[in-house]
C-alpha cells in the first residue's frame, strides 16, 4: 500500500478529525452506527440528539452541510423502500392524509430513515476525512484478516485501471463507428466485455508472478505502523460514547 490514492468522498483539510489515526476513526465509527442500531424507535428525541452530535463532528472536521447532504443522496432507494412499508405494512391501521396506512409501517419507515440516515452520514464524514490509504492501514492495524485487506488494496488500484481500459475501448469502437442503439448491438458489447474480462484476468496473472518473483509470501510489509496514542483515542472515541449515554437513557425513559 504505497502511494496514496484520492477518492471523490475525501475532502483534503487540516482539522483535529483529520488528523485522527484511521484506526480510531474506523472504531468510533463502527461503535457508533452500533449505538444508533441499539436505540429503541420508540425514542426519537434520541435520534435528533445523535444528528447534532454529527453536525459538531462535521463542524470540527469542516466538512460543509452541502457536501454532506449530497453525498447522503446515496441512500435515496432505502428512503424509497422506507416510503413504501406504510403501505405494505400489516397491522392496525390509522388515517393519515385520506391514506390508510400501517402503524407498524410507519414505525419502520421511521426506524429505517433515523437509522439509515444517521449511519450513511457517519460513514461519509469517516470518507470525507480519511484517504483510502489510511483506510487500508487503519483495518490492518485493527487485525482485519490480511487476506481481505489485500484484497480491498488490489480492488482500490486496479479499479482505476479497469475502469480506464474501459474507457479506451468505448473510444475505440466511436472512432470505427460505432453505436449502440439497440439490441442487435448487444453482441458486440458483450464482445467487449469479454475481451475487458480476459485482459483483467491476465493483468491480474503478471501482476502475481512479479510479486512472487519479489518474494511475495502471502503477506504484504507493513511500511507505516500507525499507532495513536491515549489521548487520541478519547478524542475519538467522545462520540460513541456519548452516544451510548443517549441510547441508555433512550431505554430508561
Known amino acids: 500500500m504505497g502511494a496514496g490514492h484520492a477518492h471523490r468522498l475525501y475532502r483534503h483539510g487540516h482539522s483535529p478529525v483529520h488528523a485522527l489515526p484511521p484506526h480510531t476513526k474506523l472504531a468510533a465509527t463502527f461503535a457508533f452506527v452500533v449505538v444508533v442500531v441499539s436505540t429503541p424507535r420508540e425514542a426519537m428525541w434520541a435520534f435528533g440528539l445523535y444528528a447534532v452530535l454529527l453536525g459538531l463532528v462535521a463542524y470540527h472536521a469542516r466538512v460543509p452541510a452541502?457536501?454532506?447532504l449530497k453525498r447522503l443522496l446515496i441512500e435515496v432507494p432505502f428512503v424509497a423502500f422506507a416510503v413504501l412499508m406504510p403501505f405494505v405494512a400489516e397491522g392496525e391501521r390509522v388515517g393519515v392524509l385520506g391514506?390508510?396506512?400501517?402503524?407498524?409501517?410507519?414505525?419502520?419507515?421511521?426506524?429505517?430513515?433515523?437509522?439509515?440516515?444517521?449511519?450513511?452520514?457517519?460513514?461519509?464524514?469517516?470518507?470525507?476525512?480519511?484517504?483510502?490509504?489510511?483506510?487500508?492501514?487503519?483495518?490492518?492495524?485493527?487485525?482485519?484478516?490480511?487476506?481481505?485487506?489485500?484484497?480491498?488494496?488490489?480492488?482500490?488500484?486496479?479499479g482505476d485501471v479497469i475502469t480506464d481500459e474501459m474507457r479506451r475501448m468505448r473510444i475505440a469502437r466511436e472512432s470505427r463507428g460505432?453505436?449502440?442503439?439497440?439490441?442487435?448491438?448487444?453482441?458486440?458489447?458483450?464482445?467487449?466485455?469479454?475481451?475487458?474480462?480476459?485482459?483483467?484476468?491476465?493483468?491480474?496473472?503478471?501482476?502475481?508472478?512479479?510479486?512472487?518473483?519479489?518474494?511475495?509470501?502471502?503477506?504484504?510489509?507493513?511500511?507505516?505502523?500507525?499507532?495513536?496514542?491515549?489521548?487520541?483515542?478519547?478524542?475519538?472515541?467522545?462520540?460513541?460514547?456519548?452516544?451510548?449515554?443517549?441510547?441508555?437513557?433512550?431505554?430508561?425513559l
Open 178 to 252: 460505432f453505436e449502440a442503439r439497440g439490441v442487435r448491438h448487444w453482441g458486440v458489447l458483450a464482445k467487449s466485455a469479454g475481451a475487458l474480462f480476459i485482459r483483467s484476468y491476465e493483468r491480474g496473472e503478471r501482476v502475481h508472478l512479479a510479486m512472487v518473483s519479489r518474494g511475495y509470501a502471502g503477506s504484504m510489509p507493513v511500511i507505516d505502523e500507525v499507532t495513536a496514542t491515549r489521548a487520541q483515542w478519547s478524542y475519538a472515541l467522545a462520540l460513541p460514547c456519548t452516544a451510548l449515554a443517549v441510547c441508555l437513557l433512550g431505554w430508561t
Open 66 to 68: 452541502g457536501f454532506l
Open 99 to 158: 391514506l390508510s396506512l400501517s402503524v407498524n409501517g410507519l414505525w419502520g419507515a421511521w426506524n429505517v430513515l433515523a437509522k439509515g440516515t444517521l449511519g450513511v452520514a457517519a460513514s461519509v464524514l469517516l470518507a470525507a476525512t480519511t484517504e483510502l490509504r489510511e483506510l487500508l492501514l487503519g483495518l490492518q492495524r485493527l487485525k482485519l484478516p490480511p487476506l481481505l485487506v489485500q484484497i480491498a488494496s488490489f480492488m482500490i488500484r486496479y
